[in-house]
């Protein structure tokens, strides 16, 4: 069984590496080809790129195990703030096109000055980092339980799959290379789901619930308390997310780039219904509960002699890596663009030296091997794939949503209210980060109860810092504006 599972990875990787090297023969000339895809995406493209980046380890793992625990609330772990922030990006796309060649650090430092850009680098690459990790995370078990691979190998070979486009190719590689994988993502589910039905009725799980004692097994709003906390999490991160707004910056269109968008949230909206529904018909097939392994992953198990074994087994890879690469590639993009361009991306310009080019590409697939490299250590020290991906929501919720969002707003410069809402939020949510890690002695409240702590920081730090830098601009002696 393990050489038929090592024979699936093998074909995935060459069919992955095959669509990455498709395109013009000679590939990335520059930072805006290499992370911005010459702005050339058309809809589709930005619909499957987008669905891609957000169907990764959390959607299909961890979904189908909170489906299987307590039912149909768990469609607000993923699924419904994945929908709700991409109808508010449909709502953004022109702002945030109006940024296109700046990355989110760039925006910043124009907005509010040069320590703040500073900060926004940190707290990006620290969330494009752990939002690899989470998924490296899944990855190591995942693969360990079917190639006997210890949990080293196993990061090492997903984060090597990944790394060889996305380092490659940039954004053009990796969007090709999610076109393939949201295929295999709609089919696995889809075959899955099939299975489950030939096995189990509805009626089975309603009696396996009962027996369980779980009443509101079918209530979308049963534990709504921690779900809602999770969502909003997860929606304001999404939000201000690099990875969304690199995409609908290198969409050929504003047109494009809003229909890329509506149609991904269609795409996911379904997507996800049928993850849930999948989790919650697990429960009559495996009432022994948890063994430690991912349901997904025990059903792969049950069929594993069979061609949905090998599917399943690859949609599994496919989720996992279709979200690591955009993380490493839009890591990336922010690392190269504030070393080589202040946060600014763009080809060299006709008649510029060859070496110019060249030695962008090499720092911009040398930062794609760094935050590889900086993923798999944090991979090693966190082993809960919702809590990774949950504590690097709330770097950019708590740290950059408010300072984010009043860049594409604001029409005068206001340092000071920047730098202390990513002081505040930011510095909040790497604390917490840091105390949930175990590295400081801090007893702080565990994600995402500390959420909304965060948020109101971050929201008080630019509402303070605004303040001062309006009085500071005042005139001297000039009174104060009427009530």
């Known amino acids: 069984m393990r050489t038929g599972f090592l024979a699936a990875i093998i074909v995935y990787a060459v069919v992955l590496w095959a669509v990455a090297a498709l395109g013009p023969r000679r590939g990335a000339q520059g930072l805006e080809s290499f992370f911005l895809a010459s702005r050339r995406l058309g809809a589709g493209r930005v619909a499957f790129t987008l669905?891609?980046?957000?169907?990764?380890?959390?959607?299909?793992?961890?979904?189908?195990?909170?489906?299987?625990?307590?039912?149909?609330?768990?469609?607000?772990?993923?699924?419904?703030?994945?929908?709700?922030?991409?109808l508010a990006l449909a709502g953004l796309v022109r702002p945030i096109r109006a940024t296109t060649g700046l990355t989110l650090p760039g925006l910043i430092r124009d907005r509010f000055g040069r320590a703040a850009g500073t900060a926004t680098t940190i707290l990006v690459v620290w969330y494009m980092t752990l939002l690899a990790a989470s998924q490296m995370v899944a990855a190591g078990p995942f693969l360990g339980a079917f190639l006997g691979t210890g949990p080293l190998p196993s990061l090492l070979m997903a984060a090597g799959l990944a790394v060889v486009y996305s380092a490659a190719g940039?954004?053009?590689?990796?969007?090709?290379?999610?076109?393939?994988?949201?295929?295999?993502?709609?089919?696995?589910?889809?075959?899955?789901?099939?299975?489950?039905?030939?096995?189990?009725?509805?009626?089975?799980?309603?009696?396996?619930?009962?027996?369980?004692?779980?009443?509101?097994?079918?209530?979308?709003?049963?534990?709504?308390?921690?779900?809602?906390?999770?969502?909003?999490?997860?929606?304001?991160?999404?939000?201000?997310?690099?990875?969304?707004?690199?995409r609908l910056q290198a969409a050929r269109s504003e047109a494009s780039a809003r229909r890329g968008a509506l149609a991904a949230a269609l795409v996911l909206g379904g997507f996800y219904a049928a993850i849930v529904a999948a989790g919650m018909l697990f429960l009559p097939l495996f009432p022994d509960g948890g063994t430690g392994l991912p349901l997904v992953s025990r059903f792969v198990r049950l069929e594993g002699g069979r061609a949905l074994g090998a599917l399943l087994f690859v949609t599994v890879l496919a989720a996992i890596l279709s979200?690591?690469?955009?993380?490493?590639?839009?890591?990336?993009?922010?690392?190269?663009?504030?070393?080589?361009g202040r946060g600014r991306v763009a080809d060299a310009p006709a008649g510029s030296p060859a070496a110019?080019?060249?030695?962008?590409?090499?720092?911009?697939?040398?930062?794609?091997?760094?935050?590889?490299?900086?993923?798999?250590?944090?991979?090693?020290?966190?082993?809960?794939?919702?809590?990774?991906?949950?504590?690097?929501?709330?770097?950019?919720?708590?740290?950059?949503?408010v300072p984010g969002l009043a860049a594409l707003a604001l029409k005068r410069p206001a340092?000071?209210?920047?730098?202390?809402?990513?002081?505040?939020?930011?510095?909040?949510?790497?604390?917490?980060?840091?105390?949930?890690?175990?590295?400081?002695?801090?007893?702080?409240?565990?994600?995402?109860?500390?959420?909304?702590?965060?948020?109101?920081?971050?929201?008080?730090?630019?509402?303070?810092?605004?303040?001062?830098?309006?009085?500071?601009?005042?005139?001297?002696?000039?009174?104060?504006?009427?009530?």
């Open 51 to 86: 669905c891609a980046s957000w169907i990764g380890a959390a959607s299909l793992l961890v979904s189908t195990d909170e489906a299987y625990r307590a039912g149909a609330g768990a469609v607000w772990i993923v699924g419904v703030p994945a929908v709700v922030t991409l």
């Open 356 to 401: 110019v080019s060249r030695r962008a590409l090499l720092v911009a697939r040398g930062a794609t091997v760094v935050l590889a490299a900086a993923a798999l250590l944090v991979a090693a020290r966190l082993g809960d794939i919702l809590k990774t991906l949950g504590l690097a929501s709330a770097v950019m919720a708590e740290g950059l949503l």
């Open 170 to 246: 940039g954004l053009r590689a990796v969007a090709r290379t999610h076109v393939v994988q949201v295929g295999l993502l709609v089919a696995g589910v889809a075959g899955m789901i099939a299975s489950l039905v030939s096995r189990v009725s509805w009626a089975d799980v309603r009696a396996a619930a009962r027996a369980a004692g779980r009443a509101g097994y079918f209530d979308v709003l049963d534990g709504s308390g921690r779900n809602v906390l999770i969502a909003l999490s997860f929606a304001l991160a999404w939000t201000i997310s690099p990875i969304a707004w690199q």
């Open 323 to 340: 979200t690591m690469d955009a993380a490493l590639n839009t890591g990336a993009f922010t690392l190269a663009g504030d070393l080589l």
């Open 415 to 483: 340092p000071l209210a920047g730098l202390l809402s990513l002081l505040a939020g930011g510095g909040h949510a790497l604390v917490s980060f840091l105390a949930e890690a175990g590295l400081v002695g801090l007893s702080l409240p565990p994600w995402p109860r500390s959420l909304p702590t965060g948020v109101l920081l971050g929201a008080a730090g630019f509402l303070a810092g605004l303040a001062i830098d309006r009085a500071v601009r005042r005139p001297a002696g000039a009174a104060p504006p009427a009530a």
